[in-house]
């Protein structure tokens, strides 16, 4: 019974992957813009809640197309509240599938690691001792695949409150820059061209989230040293 959620996740992304990559894509953006704008001034309220339900189904079971859904965050609803609309989604998500793993099979592998020793003991009790600076380096570091992010927390036993708290803070930098994009991202279409990601690695951007990863890393050291 415990194996159930992750099968029902690994089964609903296989199929999403196969069967909606082309609907969770820029081109499908691109076909129905206008449509989705028109929806939007005539039920901004509606519009804003089905987003929010579409994102969450993304992260939560995995589905491609979360840039695709920052983007369009961006696109309909401007720079802050698009912002505001990605990190809830994202967050709620993240969270839905977190309970999934640990609910199902991540408690029964933290109670293994909880009882082993040797140096997987040590290291456990490190993490634990740094569990928020740790699970802020998961969001802030661009090359961690926000899956991997998601799950691997359950699966050694993190608390679901730093867990909350790390994901809604963690991922503010890297949606602020997603949802960036989708705001100017009508005249990238128009001009027939693709959004540009690199502007990610851009020093002015990727410098500050770095910075931030660097203030997680800190109070690692200074436990450490301590």
Request: net charge positive.
């Amino acid at each position: 019974m415990r194996y159930i959620p992750i099968i029902i996740i690994a089964l609903v992304a296989i199929l999403g992957a196969v069967f909606f990559a082309d609907a969770l894509s820029f081109e499908s953006l691109a076909e129905n813009r206008h449509r989705l704008l028109a929806v939007r001034d005539e039920n901004f309220v509606l519009t804003a809640m089905g987003f929010v339900a579409v994102y969450f189904i993304i992260v939560a079971f995995s589905l491609p197309g979360a840039a695709v859904a920052s983007i369009t965050g961006g696109f309909l609803f401007g720079l802050a509240f698009g912002t505001f609309l990605n990190v809830i989604a994202a967050t709620l998500g993240a969270c839905a599938i977190f309970l999934a793993v640990q609910l199902g099979i991540g408690k029964a592998i933290a109670n293994k690691v909880d009882t082993a020793d040797g140096t997987l003991a040590t290291m456990m009790a490190r993490l634990k001792q740094n569990e928020i600076s740790v699970l802020f380096l998961l969001r802030l570091v661009p090359v961690v695949p926000f899956f991997v992010a998601n799950v691997l927390p359950a699966l050694v036993g993190v608390k679901f409150r730093n867990f909350v708290i790390t994901t809604f803070l963690g991922i503010i930098p890297g949606g602020l820059v997603y949802t960036w994009i989708g705001v100017g991202i009508g005249d990238v279409f128009d001009r027939g061209q693709t959004p540009d990601f690199s502007i990610i690695w851009s020093p002015h951007i990727i410098g500050p989230i770095l910075g931030l990863a660097a203030l997680a890393v800190v109070p690692m050291f200074l436990g450490k040293k301590g």
